[in-house]
Structures are given as C-alpha cells and as structure tokens.
C-alpha cells in the first residue's frame, strides 16, 4: 500500500516540489523518514503519531516508511507534518488517494491534531495555483495563501479531524478571504516634525523620488536617523505586484503572523553589531537576511564605520545586482534585494569635527582615520553624500514646517508616475521603474544633456576622478533633479540642463571635492 501527497521545498524564493510517499508493508513496527530530513521532519513521526492518536485512529502494527522524493534534496521545516499525517491516512484506506494527488499540502501539527501556522505559504500557494493543484494549510494562513488568486482552491482547516471530515465530505470549509496586513513595529517620522535641516530634506526627496542611496554625515543630535526615519512615509505605497514580493519574502521569513499580504514599504535599521548572514543572508537553514527583507522598501545603517568591514563590502553585489546570492557547497540560494540604502555617520568617533569649541585634540587625524573605515567602492554607490550640520537653537525654537509628508508623499508620487510612463515607453524591463534602476543602453536613452550640461559633467568628473559608475549615478542623479523640476513647473523636461548637473554634483562634494 503506498500513497502520495504533493508538498513543496523552499530554495530561497524558489519553490520546488517533494512528493511525500507512504509505504506500509510487512514487517516489525517501525516508523522511518527518508529522503535527506532535518531535525525537525525527522521529529515529525512523533507529532503525527500523537495527533491519530488524539483523534482515536491507531497506527497499523507495521512498518511504516515515509520517502521524502527527490531523496538528494535536504528538507527543512516542519510543515511536512500534515502532508506525511494525510500520506499515512491515505495508506490506511482512511481517505481517497487519488483526491489528494491534486493537492498541495503544508502545516505543523500539534500533539492534539490542531492544525498549526508554518512559513512560506503565499509562495507554495502560488506554485500550487501555477500547477493546477488545490492548497491543504492551516487556517491561521488561509487569509495569506487567498492572495495567490480567486481560481486556486484553499482548504484551511483548524484542526486534523475538520480537514478528514472536508475531504470525505462530511462537512464542508469555507474558503478563506484575503487580509491585509497592518502596518507593523516602525511608524515613519513626519517631515513636518523635524525642524531645520532643508538641505537635508531637500536631499530626502530627491533620494525618494528616484531611489538613489544616501548617505549622511553630522554630528551626533544633528537629526539623521529622524530624516531616515521619515523616509517611508514620503515614499509612495507598494504596487500590487510589490506588495506581492515583499509578502513572498516576509513568509519565508516567518513574518506574516496574521497572514495578510504587506501593504506598507519595509523600513529596516539593523544594529552595527550584526552579522554578515543577518545582514546579507545566510545560517544553516540560508534564511533571508536584512537586505532581502528591506526589499522595495528602505535599509537603514545607522553609525555605519561601526558595522564590521566584511559586511560593508558585503554590500556592493546587492547593490548592483539588487539580489542576494548564498553560495553553499550543497545549494545556491537567491533572494531578492532591491532595496535603497540609507546610511548615517559621525564625522569622526567624537563626532564634532569641524566644530572649534568641541572637536578633540586629535582632529582632523581622528576624521580621516574614521572615515576611511567606509572603503572607496562603498562609497561609490551611495548617489547622494550631504552634510547634516548641527541643528541651531533659531531652529528648534521656531514653528513646525507647515509642509508634512502627505504634502511630499504626492509630488513624489507624481515623480515616480513620469519615470514609470517613461520607461514602459521604451520597453524597460518590468523590475526597472526608477531612475536608480537604469542602466547601460537604457540609460543612455533618458540622460540626453545638453552640451553645456555635458561639459561641466565631463570637466568635474576628470578634476575629481569620478569612477565610470560614479559618473553613470550623476547622470541618474541629474535625471531625477531634471522630474522633479518637470513636475514642479508642469512641464516636460527631456534634456538634463546645466544647473541639474550642478546640483548632482553638489551632493558629492564630502567624499569629492571638486
């Protein structure tokens, strides 16, 4: 007597499906688990014996073997319980084979048959809807898996004997209905709060409107982590294939607990102290690291020559390549990474470089020996470098900026609306929406100057020695300078002009003087 139920791995965001296959034969009793399991699968017998048994039904005095096929991939997690639980049913004459061949199974079961919330359910369920199979999962992510369309059939059950009962017909589940998850941990700053700073602010939404990265260096109190902090709230809200990305990716992660699709931008700000796998990705089971769950969202380094160097230089691929590839000798994993770092620094370890009255007795020495910590190529990808001076006691004294961020949310908004027109125009690939995204011949195409503009570019590039790809970052720069003037004065702006040239240059000045 043998059965088969369909169930998936995760390779990353990759999904790739296990046939769970139940043998019961002759033979002293025994309860065995192949196919390359981890602790956890390997635990699962003892789980799915104590739910039958909860449920009165007895396991066959035989010897019972589960074949987790492929055998040569390693299975991780404990959503393996209820296909090897229905598998063993199934054996046992207990349910139909032949029904559940159609159908992809995840979910943890508990000592007493209750049906248990598990990972990765929004992509399984839309292998499952891309392979013409129903999804069996628990109720607590019935709400996550609905996402993966109207025509996909959801079984999500609360319990072992509500499921038996649904699949023998005795009752009947309802389907369950696609929730929303509400936004969660960080609440962004409103622009209106932070006083002072226009240049910053300025720079904020220039960053915002093209997705450039920046990078902010002042003296401790100054106001960076709070501009960083207003980011997400002046960024526009997530498309619905966004949303559909950032979800996969907080699944995986374990994130969803409610089981809603995301609606608003990540915004993470790991400590100095973490790790390269927690920053990039990695561990023993590969898991997604900060990078991959700060996609289409923000990543915040704050003190960033305290993070350690390998994780700085880390950073380069994924900013290149907006993707996190983990290499191990038995798998290479991706995750997505498409996201706009945001990074803050003191000037020196005291932090009042430049200030007479506070500096310490080592400056400028401690300012160049701190900030050589950040290598050149890190530097190099940051579009935007400012300076956040001390805030004056003028500006903390005065009013609140009547300008707030709902007010910055909709002029960005229409600036990321004229990017995205412009590049379905030229048949841009569907990932590149931004100016920051561009690349090669695509940028080309959107960075015509005009022969003044071309000639001071060229002239500051070779006075400050700027790289091919902290020249091609200008150009993305002055783009973006170039809508937001076009939205501001309600005119179209193809050819970048000489004062946006300026201006992006002007925001490498720190690291760049020319």
Same mark, same amino acid.
């Given at each position: ?9 995760? *390779? ?119 392979? %013409?199979?129903? @999804?069996?999962?628990?109720? %607590?992510?019935?709400? +996550? ?16 004997? +509500? ?17 929303? *998850? $509400? ?14 700073? $226009? ?101 915040? @380094? ?14 380069? *691929? ?40 506070? +500096? ?52 960005? *908004? ?28 695509? @940028? ?32 993305? @720069? ?18 970048? +002009? ?17």
């Amino acid at each position: 007597m043998v059965a088969s139920i369909n169930t998936v791995s995760f *390779q990353g965001i990759d999904v790739h499906p296990v046939d769970v296959q139940v043998q019961i034969s002759n033979g002293l009793p025994a309860f065995t688990i192949v196919g390359l399991p981890d602790k956890a699968v390997a635990e699962s017998k003892e789980r799915v014996r104590a739910a039958l048994h909860a449920l009165g039904i007895s396991m066959p005095p035989k010897r019972l073997t589960i074949n987790l096929a492929p055998a040569d991939i390693s299975k991780e997690g404990s959503h393996y319980d209820l296909p090897i639980a229905l598998g063993v049913l199934a054996a046992m004459d207990v349910l139909p084979k032949e029904e559940l061949r159609k159908m992809t199974v995840l979910g943890e079961l508990s000592l007493d048959a209750t049906i248990r919330a598990v990972t990765g359910i929004l992509p399984a369920a839309i292998y499952a809807a891309g392979n %013409d199979n129903a @999804l069996i999962c628990p109720s %607590d992510c019935g709400g +996550e898996a609905a996402w993966a369309g109207d025509h996909l059939s959801i079984i999500a059950a609360t319990n072992l004997l +509500e499921l038996i009962n649904h699949i023998r017909g005795q009752a009947t589940l309802p389907r369950p209905s696609p929730k929303l *998850q $509400e936004q969660q941990g960080h609440k962004p700053t409103d622009l209106s709060d932070i006083k002072g700073q $226009e240049s910053a602010k300025r720079a904020l939404e220039l960053a915002a409107s093209g997705g450039h990265n920046m990078l902010m260096i002042g003296p401790p109190g100054s106001g960076k982590s709070m501009l960083a902090s207003a980011l997400p709230g002046i960024l526009p809200p997530l498309s619905a294939r966004e949303a559909l990305e950032v979800s996969m990716i907080q699944s995986l992660a374990g994130n969803l607990p409610e089981g809603g699709l995301v609606k608003t931008r990540p915004f993470r700000d790991p400590h100095h102290s973490a790790s390269l796998p927690a920053l990039i990705g990695g561990g023993h089971k590969v898991r997604p690291g900060e990078i991959s769950l700060a996609h289409n969202g923000v990543l915040f @380094l704050d003190e960033l020559p305290e993070f350690s160097r390998s994780s700085l230089e880390a950073l380069r *691929q994924p900013l290149e390549t907006r993707q996190a590839l983990i290499a191990r000798a038995n798998q290479h994993v991706r995750y997505p990474a498409r996201f706009q770092l945001i990074a803050a620094m003191n000037p020196c370890r005291c932090g009042h470089l430049g200030t007479n009255e506070m +500096e310490c007795t080592k400056a400028p020495r401690c300012g160049s020996d701190y900030q050589s910590k950040i290598s050149g190529p890190v530097l190099d990808r940051m579009d935007i470098q400012i300076d956040v001076p001390a805030i004056s006691i003028a500006d903390l004294s005065a009013p609140k900026s009547p300008e707030t961020s709902e007010v910055v949310r909709a002029r960005i *908004q229409a600036v990321h609306t004229l990017q995205n027109k412009r590049f379905k125009a030229l048949n841009a690939p569907e990932h590149i929406s931004l100016n920051a995204h561009a690349d090669g011949a695509l @940028l080309e195409k959107i960075t015509a100057l005009e022969p003044q503009a071309a000639e001071l570019l060229n002239r500051a590039a070779t006075q400050a020695k700027l790289s091919a790809r902290g020249y091609h970052r200008m150009l993305k @720069l002055a783009r973006t300078i170039a809508d937001m003037q076009s939205i501001a004065e309600n005119r179209t702006i193809e050819v970048i +002009e000489k004062k946006q040239i300026a201006e992006a240059l002007s925001y490498r000045r720190l690291i760049l003087p020319i």
